[in-house]
């Protein structure tokens, strides 16, 4: 009989050890050059990054083909990324991007993948958050918030919950992109708030995750999406908070980065949809006034250490180690965040991102052997931003220099994590539409 040489295990643990040889081989790399070299290593390629996303704003290849139902998704990712890098395109490109979307607006409401499609509530949020992170005096009154209301209402299910597109799909999605546009535009009202979140508390899941629809598996991007929608709408506190950050806590991988669902590779853009959950829950327990160190019922505070953290040390720093993954698991424990000091490991992200995500040459990627793209180049920067400003009380402060990993110019533009915004768009955006 001949032996068995096939690999043992399934084809996702198989996929999971190439992973993590491939980070492993790269770390050790890492910590053996001499710090010239991992300073160099560790450096936000800026210029690369930037002169990489004007040229897909300016002419996508054919190969972008299949994407032509998500134009505005990528004038978004790109925009979004500009703006984190704190850079501006000039006035010919803005008009022409404000141009572009315009003709990507309904007669009746809302904006399509391209001119002439159907609305749809994704490319309607993609489009808004354009437009918003291009700001301005042309930019923000191209947006017609009165045929984006009736677009809304015309989604909303007698559920409560709304339709991605007419006769579409209903979904948790669907929830936050209708809440966020409505929300950053000033037309929320109590018609389109109605029994949205008994929709989104129907797909917690036993896990503490949010599912995409009630009954499925709990998804960093619906939990994302779950979350902050429930603190745009008042309501988070309706949610198992405690068995959703324990959820969140441990997608964090020994890589650094975390994955998406359980037993899924890591991938960088849950950086920001996983990573951002914990500055979501920071602008929630800052509006509630709550404190934010963990204090459990009896009123003794809950530790937060490293005897049990899901993320390897070995690949951690001395100056990370005071933000080690929790893994308390207390189910008296009252889960909320100590003043400065996330819950996750910041250090380590910011050390997948730069070394496993980032492409030399510009944009960003999922992980290593993957091809760069606008969407992971737009959440792997999110979540960079997350990282390096999560230990802030004050949104207006300077992140420290302990805080970021590599030289101090990698520090990006910090975001609104409600609306994934820079935060000057934001206000610029909140400050027009307040007063139209």
């Known amino acids: ?62 190969s972008f083909c299949s994407l032509d139902a998500n134009r505005p998704w990528i004038c978004y990712w790109i925009l979004h990324s500009m703006a984190l890098l704190g850079e501006f395109v000039d006035a010919d490109l803005e008009d022409r991007t404000i141009e572009f979307l315009s003709r990507c607006q309904d ?32 930019s923000l009154p191209s947006i017609n918030r009165s045929k984006v209301y009736t677009f809304l209402k015309c989604m909303k299910d007698p559920s409560g ?15 936050y992109t209708a809440i966020s546009v409505a929300s950053i535009l000033n037309i929320l009202d109590d018609e389109l708030l109605q029994n949205v979140g ?9 896990e503490g995750g949010i599912a995409g629809e009630p009954g499925s598996e709990a998804h960093g991007g619906y939990t994302f999406c779950g ?45 920001f949809w996983q990573g951002g959950v914990f500055a979501l829950l920071r602008r929630f327990h800052s509006i509630i006034g709550e404190s934010p160190t963990p204090v459990d019922q009896r009123g003794a505070e809950c530790s937060i250490d490293n005897t049990q953290t ?41 050390r997948y991102l730069l070394l496993c995500s980032q492409d030399p040459r510009g944009g960003l990627r999922d992980k290593l052997r993957k091809p760069r793209d606008y969407y992971h180049t737009c959440y792997c920067l999110s979540g960079l931003s997350i990282c390096q400003h999560s230990w802030l009380k004050d949104e207006d402060s300077s992140p420290l220099p302990r805080a970021v990993l590599g030289p101090y110019s990698n520090v990006l533009e910090p975001v609104h994590p409600v609306f994934n915004i820079v935060l000057d768009r934001y206000h610029e955006a909140h400050e027009f539409f307040s007063r139209s």
Not at 161 to 175: T, Y
Not at 325 to 338: A, N, P, T, V
Request: charged share 20%.
């Open 1 to 62: 009989m001949e032996p068995d040489t096939e690999p043992r295990g399934t084809v996702t643990q198989r996929e999971q050890s190439m992973v993590l040889n491939d980070v492993n081989m790269l770390y050790h790399i890492y910590a053996t050059v001499p710090p010239i070299a991992q300073t160099l290593m560790m450096e936000l390629q800026r210029k690369n990054h930037v002169e990489y996303l004007l040229r897909g704003l300016q002419q996508l290849g054919p």
């Open 310 to 350: 899901t993320t390897a040390s070995d690949v951690s720093e001395g100056d990370g180690s005071s933000d080690e993954i929790s893994s308390q698991g207390d189910e008296h424990c009252h889960f909320q965040h100590r003043e400065r000091e996330p819950l996750f490991h910041s250090i380590a992200l910011q």
């Open 107 to 138: 007669p009746n409401g809302g904006y399509g993948g391209g001119p002439g499609q159907m609305p749809h509530l994704a490319t309607t949020y993609a489009a808004v958050n354009a437009l918003i992170s291009l700001g301005g005096e042309k």
């Open 161 to 175: 919950a709304f339709r991605m597109h007419d006769a579409g799909e209903i979904d948790v999605r669907a929830c």
């Open 198 to 206: 008994n929709y989104i508390l129907s797909c917690q899941t036993y």
């Open 227 to 271: 979350l902050a929608a429930m603190i745009l709408i008042n309501e988070a506190d309706r949610l198992d908070l405690a068995a959703l950050i324990g959820w969140v806590v441990f997608r964090q991988g020994v890589e650094g980065g975390f994955q998406g669902r359980t037993n899924k590779l890591v991938d960088g853009c849950y950086s």
